[in-house]
């Protein structure tokens, strides 16, 4: 046991956390995307609202499950006209496609911390598998929620015009970098 001023912190193996469901905390959790705006600068957006559990099995890793809910209106790229932009037709259109969704159909164990999540993802109805490879930060007690969190850290590279989104491309460029940080909480 750690103690770090008036909290006390329990530091647990990855297999002594509970297998159970862990809803995403969206306090503490990012999603964000980066890509190339003509060579001269990698812009970084974010979603704002999205939702997600994990079926977590404490025994196997490769046997959890994860399915991410993604508000497609939430998209921020830190001004209105370009928020705008962004939720039109030419890109993701949210009028009609509001969601963004993925669910993992794989996840394989690479280090003792690290993995290679797989699923499908869809955006604008149309769905494509994608690899992120994850980092398992830490499962721990949190000492103000008194239950137990998983903490990720994942990342990995799309082409957006597979999905339908190749407005101004190859000005803008086609590779996305997706990078995730998130805590999901289990029940106390």
Not at 28 to 57: A, C, R, W
Request: proline fraction near 4%; charged fraction near 20%; glycine fraction near 8%.
């Amino acid at each position: 046991m750690l103690v770090t001023g008036a909290w006390r912190v329990y530091a647990l193996a990855a297999d002594e956390v509970p297998s159970g469901t862990y809803s995403l905390d969206p306090s503490h959790s990012y999603v964000t995307f980066s890509y190339s705006h003509m060579g001269f600068s990698n812009p970084i957006l974010q979603f704002k609202n999205f939702s997600g559990e994990i079926s977590y099995d404490a025994n196997s890793l490769s046997n959890s499950s994860v399915s991410i809910t993604i508000d497609a209106t939430s998209i921020d790229g830190g001004f209105k006209k370009f928020n705008d932009d962004l939720r039109a037709e030419d890109f993701f259109d949210t009028k009609n496609y509001p969601e963004i969704r993925f669910s993992s159909t794989s996840y394989e164990v690479t280090g003792k911390v690290t993995g290679r999540l797989t699923g499908n993802l869809e955006v604008k109805n149309v769905s494509q598998p994608v690899t992120l490879n994850v980092t398992f930060n830490r499962a721990a007690i949190n000492p103000m929620m008194e239950a137990p969190v998983l903490g990720f850290s994942a990342e990995g590279n799309l082409s957006r015009t597979s999905f339908g989104l190749d407005k101004y491309t190859p000005m803008v460029g086609d590779t996305i970098l997706v990078t995730i940080e998130s805590e999901f909480a289990g029940s106390k």
